[in-house]
């Protein structure tokens, strides 16, 4: 069975600029999490879906973050404009329904 | 506010002892907890579980013992071995949303 997927793996920008991370979660897990882990610190939920609904969003920085998953299956989340700040490594995970999460290898964002 | 609580950012273990991780929460409406074991670079993953309803569980060298009253938790890894240096997240949900609270980690150093 093939894992989480996340691309890409590094990325590195100057503060101001735009950036987008892609997750393809394992097949048939209907919910899908991104998670910001900032170094030091444990994982915490950025979004959570349910299919291509939002569950919960109640910790995304709205006005430069945001998510979507078109037709419940991949996802992406995008930053713009990225603040020195936001240099973490963004995680995305995926269950059936309210089971154990399974992660990704996340992204490691470098913001200068 | 932290509700999950991992005080000890390291610990080193002489192979073959035991290992011992502790967490503390705060919230009573938790009442379902998982460690999570995480190597550079990878995403965490899934190492075992226990619902508020039980006190104890165990798999193969791992085992978490929950006391509800001290809203304290442990994992124990008997024999520790030195592929369990990794970085060990706790983490809990309650009944309401199932969402994850993570604490910070706990470095786990296996000396040979």
């Known amino acids: 069975e093939a894992g989480v997927a996340q691309s890409p793996r590094y990325k590195i920008i100057e503060k101001r600029q735009s950036v987008a991370f892609w997750c393809n979660p394992i097949?048939?897990?209907?919910?899908l999490y991104w998670y910001q882990q900032i170094l030091g610190q444990g994982p915490k939920l950025l979004i959570q879906f349910q299919n291509n609904g939002v569950v919960d969003d109640s910790q995304l920085p709205k006005d430069r973050f945001s998510a979507e998953r078109l037709k419940g299956v991949d996802s992406t989340l995008k930053i713009q404009p990225a603040k020195l700040e936001d240099s973490a490594v963004y995680l995305c995970?995926?269950?059936?329904?309210?089971?154990?999460?399974?992660f990704g290898p996340g992204t490691r964002l470098t913001v200068l | 506010d932290q509700q999950v609580k991992q005080n000890s950012p390291s610990l080193s273990v002489q192979e073959g002892r035991i290992s011992i991780l502790n967490c503390d929460y705060t919230n009573s409406m938790f009442d379902y907890f998982l460690w999570y074991k995480k190597y550079p670079a990878e995403g965490p993953t899934f190492l075992i579980s226990?619902?508020?309803i039980k006190d104890k569980n165990e798999d193969g060298r791992f085992t978490v013992f929950l006391n509800k009253s001290a809203k304290h938790l442990s994992l124990h890894i008997v024999p520790s071995q030195p592929g369990d240096s990794a970085v060990y997240f706790c983490?809990?949900?309650?009944?309401?949303?199932?969402?994850?609270?993570w604490g910070a980690g706990t470095k786990l150093i296996i000396k040979p």
């Open positions: 995970a995926s269950s059936l329904l309210k089971d154990t999460q399974y």
């Open positions: 983490a809990a949900s309650g009944r309401s949303n199932y969402q994850l609270i």
């Open positions: 097949s048939g897990h209907a919910t």
């Open positions: 226990i619902s508020s």
